[in-house]
């Protein structure tokens, strides 16, 4: 396991999928009953912009950067209140720290909800438990995330959301992704599912939407965005999202919110957002 987070935190691909994590926690608050949320690929959940590693790469100055101390711009409630998570940890206006999605879930627990960590990583455990030490509505386990789901779905609140967020080290991630998705949906057939992927390898991509398309499971919705018109050839151009069970209208306001972001991190106008039912109800 080589990956680590701290280089790419607050980049691009973050927002993309962080400013998603909120609108699906914004949903599930919409109903007083308790929720909970599933992070099989937590990492530490607050990362140190100004540290060695997210230093050495830069990566979060073309990502949550461009949209900090922008608020005049930006008319957008889920991207406002994915900011306003930013910003709790960086309290003196100064962006210092990037929270994670297990941070960004926690601004958006009710005193009612629950959330389960799995992360992998023995160092990036240690540093992930130590951020939510003492939290009773916490979780975290050093574990496998795609076993964590066998061992953790459903929950006893039957309403909640599962993030799978992996690395893309391995050549056979979109197989494991698959099989465990379609393990975890005949667990909790109900439950929200955001599996999040990079595009990079198109033939892959293809595959994995037609493995998904063939896989029995109902309500799935894809969203993407393309940094570039014409991207260039084996560099990450993009990522996606595939939501199982999207809460209501959860298709229109990602329509609307998806431009909203890659135009701020394409001010060039440079790019697309596709947001379509891969397979419908
Ligand atoms: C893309 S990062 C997660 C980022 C995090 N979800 C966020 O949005 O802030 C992937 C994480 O998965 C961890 N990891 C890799 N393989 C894993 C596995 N099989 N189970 C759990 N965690 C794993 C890595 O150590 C890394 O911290």
Redesign the pocket.
């Known amino acids: 396991?080589n990956?680590?987070?701290s280089y790419?935190?607050g980049n691009f691909a973050?927002v993309f999928?962080?400013v998603q994590l909120t609108l699906l926690l914004q949903a599930l608050r919409t109903k007083e009953s308790p929720f909970c949320y599933l992070?099989?690929?937590?990492?530490?959940?607050r990362y140190d912009l100004q540290g060695a590693t997210a230093q050495k790469t830069g990566e979060y100055l073309q990502g949550v950067m461009r949209f900090w101390l922008r608020d005049d711009v930006i008319d957008d409630v889920a991207l406002a209140d994915y900011l306003a998570a930013v910003r709790v940890l960086n309290p003196d206006g100064e962006l210092r720290y990037y929270p994670?999605?297990?941070r960004i879930a926690r601004h958006f627990l009710r005193p009612q909800d629950r959330m389960v960590l799995?992360?992998?990583?023995v160092q990036?455990a240690v540093f992930l438990k130590r951020e939510f030490r003492g939290d009773k509505q916490v979780h975290v386990h050093c574990?496998?995330?795609?076993t964590?789901l066998k061992a953790f779905l459903p929950p006893p609140e039957k309403r909640g959301l599962v993030?799978i967020?992996?690395?893309f080290?391995d050549g056979n991630e979109f197989e494991r992704l698959t099989d465990s998705l379609r393990i975890a949906y005949q667990r909790w057939p109900t439950g929200i599912f955001a599996l999040w992927y990079p595009l990079k390898d198109n033939y892959r991509v293809q595959h994995f939407h037609r493995q998904l398309v063939v896989s029995g499971m109902r309500k799935l919705l894809l969203a993407e965005m393309h940094l570039h018109t014409h991207p260039p050839v084996n560099t990450l151009y993009g990522c996606g999202m595939v939501i199982v069970n999207p809460p209501w209208q959860m298709d229109e306001k990602l329509r609307a919110l998806l431009p909203c972001v890659l135009a701020g991190l394409q001010p060039g106008g440079e790019g697309k957002t596709r947001v379509e039912w891969l397979v419908p109800e």
């Open positions: 396991m990956y680590r987070h790419h935190a973050d999928k962080h992070d099989t690929h937590a990492g530490t959940g994670g999605s297990p799995m992360e992998l990583h990036d574990a496998d995330g795609y964590g993030l967020d992996p690395p080290e």
